[in-house]
């Protein structure tokens, strides 16, 4: 459309300048004179015109390319060694030069407001694929682990799995995940313990973190194994396996079950029956997490009665 606009007002002026050409001719014939041949543009720099201007309506991002190295930079030198200029081609190149300014800046414009577009609306995605592929590597290493020292300590290597499950509020792969693990670590003779590290807070729930914080107070021993609050998996797994029940508004006799299960686990800590693994960390996490859980279940359990 741009294109044919610049041709149809080509054209037009070109025939103002015929039909001036044509009338000049007549009266020149009627004095008896010799007919002469008006110009009004230079061919060179009219060439360089078209060609700018239709690279100009073509493309854009080529057009500034073009501007920057090779076409309008020859036009302009073209123009500023040229002998002598109509004033046609010097008006052509002033609306080429003031059109480039406005391509140009509307291009650069356009191109910031879209970066900044997709920063603000691509974070979210961004940092949601970072923790599933954290989750996926550290559901890897729980795999190895588990074949190293299988034999030795009872494993489960889906805690991560249904901690990211839990965050992203799919509670119910959350609980079949958690459930499965209670079942198979609730009476086994040695267990695996979860670093709570301060980048796994992003997996944790406020409740986690806070008694995590609050045993980092209350009990220095735990400062000593690099300075990091360790928690069972069985714990974290009856955690985790409560919250979802309360959120699924599980009937009492689930919760009766679970509560159940936090009894053992919390004689279990009593007679302190750990792994030499586990040797250098504290249950303080562990206790006060098992509290809690039991606490809620009680709650939620009379309300319902």
């Given at each position: 459309m741009?294109?044919m606009?610049?041709f149809?007002a080509t054209?037009?002026?070109?025939g103002?300048?015929?039909l001036?050409?044509?009338?000049?001719t007549?009266?020149?014939?009627q004095?008896?004179?010799q007919?002469q041949?008006l110009?009004?543009?230079t061919t060179?720099l009219?060439?360089?015109y078209?060609h700018v201007?239709?690279?100009a309506v073509?493309n854009?991002?080529?057009?500034?390319?073009?501007l920057s190295s090779?076409?309008?930079?020859?036009y302009e030198i073209c123009?500023s060694?040229?002998?002598?200029l109509?004033?046609?081609?010097?008006?052509?190149?002033?609306?080429v030069?003031?059109?480039?300014?406005?391509?140009c800046?509307s291009?650069?414009?356009?191109?910031?407001r879209s970066v900044m577009?997709?920063?603000?609306?691509?974070?979210p995605?961004?940092?949601?694929?970072?923790q599933?592929?954290?989750?996926?590597?550290l559901t890897?290493?729980?795999?190895l682990?588990?074949?190293?020292?299988?034999s030795?300590v009872t494993i489960v290597?889906?805690?991560f799995?249904?901690?990211?499950?839990?965050?992203?509020?799919n509670?119910q792969?959350?609980?079949?995940?958690?459930t499965?693990n209670?079942?198979t670590?609730?009476?086994a003779?040695h267990?695996?313990?979860?670093?709570?590290?301060p980048?796994?807070n992003?997996?944790?729930?406020?409740?986690?973190v806070s008694?995590?914080?609050l045993?980092l107070?209350v009990?220095t021993?735990?400062?000593?194994?690099?300075?990091v609050?360790?928690?069972?998996q069985l714990?974290l797994?009856?955690?985790l396996m409560?919250?979802?029940q309360?959120r699924?508004?599980h009937?009492?006799v689930?919760?009766?079950?679970?509560l159940?299960?936090?009894?053992?686990?919390?004689r279990?800590?009593s007679a302190?029956?750990?792994?030499?693994?586990n040797?250098?960390?504290?249950t303080t996490l562990?206790?006060?997490?098992?509290?809690?859980?039991?606490s809620k279940l009680?709650t939620?359990?009379n309300?319902?009665?």
């Amino acid at each position: 459309m741009h294109i044919m606009l610049v041709f149809l007002a080509t054209i037009y002026g070109l025939g103002l300048a015929e039909l001036y050409q044509s009338v000049r001719t007549a009266v020149l014939k009627q004095q008896q004179q010799q007919p002469q041949f008006l110009s009004i543009f230079t061919t060179k720099l009219f060439a360089y015109y078209l060609h700018v201007k239709y690279l100009a309506v073509k493309n854009c991002c080529q057009f500034r390319q073009t501007l920057s190295s090779d076409e309008f930079k020859r036009y302009e030198i073209c123009i500023s060694n040229g002998p002598q200029l109509f004033i046609s081609d010097v008006l052509l190149f002033l609306s080429v030069r003031q059109l480039l300014k406005c391509r140009c800046k509307s291009v650069w414009l356009i191109s910031k407001r879209s970066v900044m577009n997709a920063k603000k609306c691509n974070t979210p995605e961004l940092v949601e694929l970072l923790q599933k592929s954290a989750v996926e590597h550290l559901t890897a290493y729980r795999q190895l682990v588990a074949q190293d020292i299988g034999s030795v300590v009872t494993i489960v290597t889906t805690d991560f799995e249904a901690l990211y499950a839990y965050k992203c509020t799919n509670y119910q792969q959350c609980l079949q995940l958690c459930t499965r693990n209670v079942h198979t670590l609730l009476y086994a003779g040695h267990m695996l313990i979860v670093p709570t590290y301060p980048v796994f807070n992003q997996l944790m729930d406020d409740d986690i973190v806070s008694l995590t914080a609050l045993t980092l107070l209350v009990n220095t021993e735990c400062r000593h194994w690099m300075g990091v609050v360790c928690i069972f998996q069985l714990t974290l797994s009856l955690y985790l396996m409560t919250q979802c029940q309360l959120r699924l508004h599980h009937p009492v006799v689930s919760l009766a079950q679970t509560l159940d299960y936090i009894k053992v686990a919390q004689r279990r800590l009593s007679a302190d029956t750990r792994s030499t693994l586990n040797s250098a960390t504290s249950t303080t996490l562990d206790q006060l997490t098992l509290k809690l859980t039991e606490s809620k279940l009680k709650t939620n359990a009379n309300a319902l009665l």
